[in-house]
């Protein structure tokens, strides 16, 4: 029973019942000009004239639906009255050519239909319980006859009028609300269109999550390690611990850096200056590592300034993930990092830390960091892997092409 009920107390009910009257009185703005032809047939049958309005009627409405404006008027209002979630148009013009006008003539039509009803019926129910209008109404329906004047008969009778007219109601709002997203709604095209932004949209976000743990996600291991270290010196090295506070400082401003970036994109204002990290930003990375109270042993080949752009920012983003991995789990020992230009066009990358327990603070591990630089590898067409290397050794080693593929 409440699925019979439950649309004459919904309020969407009678908004959507608005907008099929809107639609009738705006087409009614159309009817002076589609009258003029038959005017001008003076001589004609009257069937032939008024079917000669209708038709012209149909396709001045249809034709109103060309307009681009129409389109973006029909959904915003729709939107709001018929509470149907609806997205902008955003398509070509040319696939809803043909959508807008029929949903044009199934509005105007609806809602001739529900005005001259719902009126009829309601016009009814104040007629018939009062002979306060100063005269006798009879109703005849399937044989049987009810007046005005016939006491209870005829408030039940005003009664039946006025759930009809609801009932009226509802059926035209429900009828839009399933046509809108069919006619006002995103054609194939957009769909499609709408699918692929969301996808950049998404790919873009979670390049923008990389990025932060990458960068954040280094720097804040960094500080944590420098700090603990300019608190155990701070008395016998005053010297040592203002380097390492000094570390913490620069570094901390280069993330804000990167923070304020990623921010400002992820709420579509347009950022400063978008900070990019190559291997030129290579040794003030392994200078952190050292303030940190890290032995770093490199293995540099010369030219790394002239990398392509595209592998120049892979290959510090995966050597900043292994150094960031070393200060986190590796044990106190040596950490190597090479990075060499190799005959036939590649780049060679590792970082090889000792493993077993040190001395540094616990870090949880997410599990989150050498899934994204595999993925940043095979979408270079590299290859990657990380693990132990049975010597007592934890390696990360990357080989890049040198030629990004098309």
């Known amino acids: ?83 149907v979630p609806l997205p902008p148009p955003s398509g070509a013009f040319g696939a809803d050519r043909r959508r807008t006008p029929l949903w044009l003539l199934l509005h105007a039509a609806l809602g001739w239909a529900a005005t001259l009803t719902v009126n009829l019926l309601l016009l009814m129910a104040l007629a018939l319980p009062g002979r306060w209008l100063g005269g006798e109404l009879e109703l005849s329906l399937s044989g049987r006859t009810v007046r005005s004047g016939d006491g209870w008969g005829s408030w039940a009778a005003s009664l039946v009028c006025v759930l009809l007219a609801a009932l009226v109601c509802a059926a035209v709002s429900g009828t839009l609300r399933r046509l809108a997203p069919r006619l006002l709604g995103p054609s194939p095209a957009e769909r499609l269109a709408l699918a692929a932004a969301r996808e950049r949209q998404l790919a873009e976000r979670n390049r923008l999550a990389q990025e932060l743990h990458d960068s954040i996600g280094h720097t804040l291991t960094a500080a944590t390690i420098q700090a603990a270290v300019a608190g155990e010196v701070l008395t016998g090295d005053p010297a040592a611990a203002r ?82 991995n070393a200060l986190r ?51 270079l067409a590299g290859e990657f892997r990380a693990g132990p290397d049975g010597d007592g050794h934890w390696v990360l080693a990357a080989r890049l092409p040198l030629r990004t593929p098309a």
């Open 1 to 83: 029973m409440t699925w019979a009920i439950g649309p004459l107390l919904r309020g969407s009910t009678y908004t959507g019942t608005l907008f099929a009257f809107l639609g009738a009185a705006a087409s009614a703005l159309l009817l002076p000009v589609a009258v003029l032809p038959a005017l001008a047939w003076g001589s004609g049958p009257y069937g032939a004239r008024a079917g000669l309005v209708l038709a012209g009627w149909a396709v001045l409405v249809a034709l109103a639906g060309t307009a681009r404006s129409t389109r973006r008027v029909l959904v915003a209002v729709a939107r709001r009255l018929l509470d």
């Open 329 to 379: 789990h590796g044990a106190d020992g040596p950490v190597r990092v090479t990075a060499l230009l190799a005959p036939a066009g590649w780049l060679e990358l590792s970082v090889a830390n000792p493993t077993g327990r040190g001395r540094r603070p616990a870090f949880p591990a997410s599990g989150h960091g050498l899934a994204g630089l595999a993925e940043r590898v095979s979408l």
């Open 243 to 324: 380097a390492a506070l000094r570390s913490i400082e620069e570094s901390t401003r280069a993330a804000l850096a990167d923070l304020d970036h990623v921010l400002g994109v992820l709420r579509e204002e347009q950022a400063g200056t978008a900070p990019v990290r190559t291997l030129a930003d290579l040794p003030e990375l392994l200078e952190r590592l050292r303030h940190a109270g890290t032995e770093v042993r490199t293995d540099l080949s010369d030219g790394l300034d002239r990398v392509p752009g595209a592998v120049a920012r892979a290959a510090y983003r995966i050597l900043q993930e292994g150094v960031t």
